[in-house]
């Protein structure tokens, strides 16, 4: 039933600063749980966390029951999409969609990493780009192809880190239907990191409010009140 766990996580940084203090939260697999509140607060030094990319402090992260805090960031299975997408600007689509299939021990043969790469770019609607260079697609374009990068990996786990904030506010809603449609397609259980309410409220299973390190409301669901 809970597939991801945070238990009691603490992050200080290493200037003294407490990012985090005292976090617990579960997510149900197959949930698209949002992480609200203002920049700042600690969203993503708990994603950060959540991949193995920053270490706590103190606590817990369980992975469908096992704690996952010293396992290596390679072999947790989580795909992460960043705010600024970071694609590789030299690389096609396709080689960017293939990449992550062909580096590292668990490497894969060419062809067979280019038929699962296109079988990603078909469900996020990017083969007709699969040759173009990330520069010369539209935001919304470069966003599919990092979420279709991070699925090509069949993660378990997806966290998204505030990953509509560089879109113009019409983009904005188009994409977060699709990456609704499309998490809820592979049913891949998802943490969506926003500071934006109505962002929230429209794709999320869940909301978890956060504010300042600690977590205001957990299991909010349509009919939460926030302070304006
Ligand atoms: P959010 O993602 O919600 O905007 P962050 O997790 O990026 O918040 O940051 C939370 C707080 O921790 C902020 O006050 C930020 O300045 C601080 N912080 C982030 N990274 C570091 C760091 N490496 N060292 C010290 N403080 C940091
Ligand atoms: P975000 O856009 O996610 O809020 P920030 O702009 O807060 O990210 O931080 C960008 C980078 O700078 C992150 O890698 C974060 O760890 C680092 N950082 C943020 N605040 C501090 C800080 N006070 N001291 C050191 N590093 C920081």
Sequence with gaps: EKFVEVKNLRKVYDNGYEAIKDVSFSVKKGDLVCLLGPSGCGKTTILNMLAGLLFPTSGDILFDGK???KTEPKDR??????QNYALYPHMTVLQNVMFPLTVGKNKIAKDEAEKIARKYMELTQITDFANQRPGSLSGGQQQRVAITRALVQEPKILLMDEPLSNLDARL???IREEIRALVKKVGITTLFVTHDQEEALSIGDKIILFND???QQ???GQNFYLEP
């Design 67 to 69: 704690s996952v805090v």
């Design 77 to 82: 299975q989580i795909g992460y999409v960043f």
């Design 172 to 174: 904005r809603l188009k």
């Design 213 to 215: 390190g600690v977590i």
């Design 218 to 220: 957990d299991d909010m």
